[in-house]
């Protein structure tokens, strides 16, 4: 597709080039943002994808239709035999507290497993440093419409115990190609 390629991975935001603005995945390790990004872009395989949680290591940077797009290490994931308390890398919390950059977060989580203390406190923080998030329910084609619509009812009551602001909220699943339209509707709203 024209204009999509990786530019290139990097471990200190300060590192990265500054383009007109761009747009980044964050959630739980193994929650689908790197697929989600091959789904959006349309490209196979531009963001690396693993059914082993931990595969995206690096702040990883895209270009899409002359937008960026950026795909974040997963967090709340452990190495066996390692305990892993911590909230976001340096790395990660860094790109995201202090990259002037990002016009827009997306948290994703799974519809499959209930809202975590992590994603919470990581919704949180966003909120606290008053940044641009929405949330993306990701691998919908696992659950029914209703169990979906509970899912969602849930996610809406744990958010608004921790902020007070309402959140943008969008379904998707890269499998089935579910959601990409608003998906990238949201992306292109936050650059005009
Ligand atoms: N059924 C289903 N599986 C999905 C979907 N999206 C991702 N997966 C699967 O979930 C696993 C993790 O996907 P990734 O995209 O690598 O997840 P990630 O969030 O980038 O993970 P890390 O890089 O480890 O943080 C892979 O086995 C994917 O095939 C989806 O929409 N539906
Ligand atoms: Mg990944």
């Excluded at 395989?45 to 899409?64: C, D, M």
């Excluded at 691998?139 to 959140?167: G, H, R, Y």
């Amino acid at each position: 597709m024209e204009n999509t390629k990786f530019i290139s991975s990097f471990f200190d935001y300060k590192k990265m080039p500054d383009p007109k603005g761009e747009v980044a995945f964050i959630g739980r390790s193994n929650v689908g943002k790197s697929s989600l990004i091959n789904f959006l872009t349309g490209v196979k395989n531009i963001a690396k994808v693993s059914s082993t949680p931990g595969k995206t290591q690096s702040i990883n940077l895209f270009s899409f239709k002359n937008k960026f797009l950026v795909d974040l290490p997963g967090y709340g994931y452990a190495a066996k035999g390692k305990q892993n308390n911590v909230l976001l890398s340096v790395m990660v919390r860094d790109y995201l507290m202090k990259r002037e950059n990002l016009k827009m977060i997306f948290v994703l989580v799974d519809c499959r497993i209930p809202v975590q203390k992590l994603d919470l406190a990581v919704i949180q923080l966003l909120d606290v440093y008053e940044k641009n998030f929405s949330i993306i329910i990701t691998k919908v084609d696992k659950i029914s419409k209703n169990a979906l619509f509970n899912f969602m009812t849930d996610l809406q009551k744990n958010i608004a115990e921790v902020i007070s602001k309402e959140v943008r909220c969008y379904t998707s699943s890269s499998e089935k190609k579910i959601g990409k339209e608003d998906i990238l509707n949201a992306i292109m709203e936050c650059y005009e």
